[in-house]
């Protein structure tokens, strides 16, 4: 699948759209920690964002241990950060919402 790597502006305009999610990889990845009350909160919020990450074939990178979850989001078809995900990160955030 082709997909555009999102340019320095359309990349920091679309941060500001978003909370919580940091610039990494030399801008080439965004990421967020999430902190739940257990290991069994945690997974299950896995469980839910690895659904999503199916549905839409954008698979997230990601480390968990105990309650905290680590996501990071880059689009290797890309080389780097696309809309899609942003998008995915939206998706995530609402799961929480
Ligand atoms: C062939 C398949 O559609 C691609 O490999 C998809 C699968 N999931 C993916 N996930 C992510 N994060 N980036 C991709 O470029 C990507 N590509």
Do not use: C
């Not at 689009?75 to 990160?89: E, Q």
């Amino acid at each position: 699948m082709t997909v555009e790597q999102l340019t320095e502006e359309e990349r920091d305009s679309w941060l500001r759209g978003l909370t919580g999610w940091a610039l990494a990889r030399e801008g080439k990845a965004i990421e967020r920690t999430f902190e739940f009350a257990d290991f069994s909160e945690a997974f299950a919020f896995m469980t839910r964002v690895a659904m999503i990450a199916e549905t839409r074939d954008h698979h997230p990178e990601w480390f968990n241990v105990y309650n905290r979850v680590e996501i990071t989001l880059t689009t290797h078809d890309a080389g780097g950060l696309s809309l899609r995900d942003v998008k995915m990160a939206r998706k995530i955030d609402a799961l929480l919402a």
